[in-house]
């Protein structure tokens, strides 16, 4: 038997609290294990909304109102009764085929950087973005609108769900994470992580 010596870091001065590495943040293996699945599984739901408007599997998007029959995923939504409340003129306005773009780019590229475990904080901001429009184009604030909460909806969770996994380092865990943030390019650019 060995005997292992644990030394904690060195305090930089009075009242400071030492940096943790970034592997001690989840320290459980079921934590890490649990913060993997919660990361796959908001990945997939982004991944799913690409394939479904993309291909009109018929969940949300019937196959002739896919994208590649023609149909604005963006501009579908934008310009649907769901968008109600103060801003719904904006989000009409806004309605094009660069919004389709633009929206079916981030769901591919969230959907796949999450299940991955890659550059999640540029994932989170950017599914978080959008999440964040859709709830305020879908206006949960009044009576008898889509949401079934005043306050926090799917959109929101979904967007807490990204941050949590991004701010934790899901990644590491049945994911590219560590591969991903060792990449030369991920280290001089740490915003890529």
Aim: proline share 6%; charged share 10%; glycine share 10%.
């Amino acid at each position: 038997m060995t005997n292992a010596t644990i030394t904690a870091p060195k305090a930089a001065g009075p009242g400071t609290v030492p940096a943790l590495p970034e592997s001690s943040i989840v320290t459980t293996t079921n934590g890490r294990r649990a913060l993997a699945v919660l990361r796959i599984a908001t990945g997939f739901i982004f991944l799913w909304a690409f394939l479904d408007k993309t291909f009109g599997l018929g969940y949300s998007t019937p196959a002739a109102r896919s994208w590649i029959n023609g149909g604005g995923p963006s501009q579908g939504f934008l310009k649907s009764p769901a968008v109600t409340g103060p801003l719904k003129d904006f989000f009409a306005s806004i309605a094009s085929p660069a919004t389709d773009i633009l929206f079916m780019l981030a769901m591919l590229g969230v959907g796949i950087a999450v299940v991955a475990g890659i550059g999640l904080r540029v994932s989170a901001v950017a599914g978080t973005l959008v999440l964040i429009l859709m709830y305020l184009a879908e206006w949960p604030f009044t009576a008898n609108a889509g949401s079934t909460n005043p306050l926090v909806d799917y959109h929101l969770i979904y967007a807490f769900a990204l941050i949590a996994v991004a701010a934790l380092s899901a990644g590491d865990t049945w994911g590219a994470g560590r591969a991903w943030k060792s990449l030369p390019f991920v280290q001089k650019q740490r915003w890529l992580i």
